[in-house]
């Protein structure tokens, strides 16, 4: 016999079906648009990670470019590259899931990047801290904050933060300061976002133009720093996948590291937060010109870098002439000039403190061209081009 109510349930049933068939296969079947593949599972990710421009350990720190090398004005290039259009996501918070040694350790690393690498800046200080927590989340770099903050400083030409390899561990801070970036780094550590810079994962001076700049985007810009993001999914919050490290090994342990350049190990400087002995520099070569205005106290043996102490109350043409005899042959030559002469480091890149207290800076290249530059704050009344932008 026919039931009419098991007709109704069976035409009912047969037309829920294609919808129920649709619903099954977007639960088995999800876009990868809306979850993308993790990178140790798609090998085609994993080879662009790979191929990314300016990973870990590939270049020499960054200040070692010689901007009189260039050819053009660094700033100019680094003007000509647009910032990527559209609204800036900013990073997600950082929970830290560490013990509370590890954290501890953690904070002093991100203190002392912000403080090496920004001065006494808070703008300049809370953006360096989150460059350190987004990489500490990336694939590509190191999965814990001292190991980004560190990361290649045994190296040769790897390390990332130039403070790291420099010769900057050396330098003090006063407790105030010191205090102060460990509470922005802990605050950083429990959440707090600097929005400005999105989520970049690198960032340069506009005194330098890295080869790899051109190939990234540049979304922000704090003081005199560019901050900048790989293209693509790499630059992506959705590639964050990678899991804590679980471990931070203390300011001690990573500045007794072996390095492989053959240099001592850090560990032979001071505790940056326990004080400085003076920078040791080197004899000056026989050939070292005698020069007025200021003091010759580090001289390259081919004397195309110098750094000397100057007086800015002599005037920009005393800077300028003691540049020049110091620089009479053809060729390449750099003079950098310094007021005080504690912030004259040893050797190139120079440390945030050092380019904060620049005072001169001459640049001649091989066919002869020169670019003269004075701090404005010391030497008044010069047009802005003359100027040293504001370090970090």
């Known amino acids: 016999m026919d039931d009419p109510l098991n007709r109704r349930m069976t035409?009912?049933?047969l037309a829920l079906l294609p919808l129920l068939v649709l619903l099954w296969a977007s639960l088995r079947f999800e876009?990868?648009?809306?979850?993308?593949v993790a990178p140790g599972e798609d090998p085609a990710l994993l080879?662009?990670?790979?191929a990314l421009p300016g990973r870990p350990g590939e270049l020499p720190p960054l200040e070692m470019v010689d901007p009189a090398s260039l050819g053009t004005d660094p700033r100019a290039l680094n003007a000509a590259i647009p910032?990527?259009?559209?609204r800036l996501e900013p990073a997600q918070p950082y929970r830290f899931s560490g013990t509370p040694g590890d954290f501890a350790n953690a904070r002093d690393c991100l203190a002392l990047a912000a403080m090496a690498e920004a001065?006494?800046?808070d703008p300049g200080q809370r953006a360096v801290i989150?460059?350190?927590l987004n990489r500490a989340r990336h694939p590509a770099f190191a999965n814990s904050v001292c190991g980004v903050v560190f990361e290649g400083s045994e190296r040769a030409t790897g390390c990332q933060f130039t403070f790291t390899c420099d010769g900057s561990?050396?330098?003090q801070y006063d407790a105030a300061s010191w205090a102060a970036a460990r509470g922005r780094a802990e605050q950083a550590l429990k959440g707090y976002v600097f929005a400005t810079v999105g989520n970049a994962t690198h960032y340069h001076t506009d005194w330098v133009h890295p080869w790899w700049s051109p190939k990234l985007e540049k979304i922000a810009q704090v003081e005199t720093h560019l901050f900048l993001r790989w293209p693509g999914y790499w630059g992506s919050m959705k590639s964050w996948r990678k899991a804590y490290g679980g471990s931070e090994p203390s300011l001690a342990v990573l500045m007794s590291r072996p390095r492989m350049d053959g240099l001592p190990p850090l560990e032979s400087l001071p505790a940056t937060n326990l004080g400085m002995s003076p920078v040791t520099m080197p004899p000056l070569p026989t050939d070292t010109p005698k020069v007025t205005g200021g003091d010759v106290v580090m001289r390259l043996p081919s004397g195309k870098a110098n750094f000397v102490t100057i007086l800015p109350s002599a005037g920009t043409e005393s800077a300028l002439a003691m540049a020049r005899k110091l620089c009479p042959a053809e060729g390449t030559c750099r003079v950098m000039g310094w007021s005080d002469r504690s912030l004259i480091p040893a050797n190139l890149p120079l440390s945030g403190a050092s380019r904060a207290g620049l005072q001169f800076s001459y640049s001649r290249d091989p066919a002869g061209a020169e670019i003269v530059l004075y701090n404005c704050d010391s030497f008044t009344g010069l047009p802005r081009e003359k100027c040293i932008p504001r370090a970090r």
């Open 83 to 86: 910032f990527v259009g559209g």
């Open 130 to 132: 989150q460059v350190v």
């Open 169 to 171: 561990l050396s330098r």
């Open 31 to 36: 876009p990868l648009s809306a979850n993308p």
């Open 47 to 50: 080879a662009e990670l790979e």
């Open 119 to 121: 001065g006494n800046s």
């Open 11 to 13: 035409v009912a049933l």
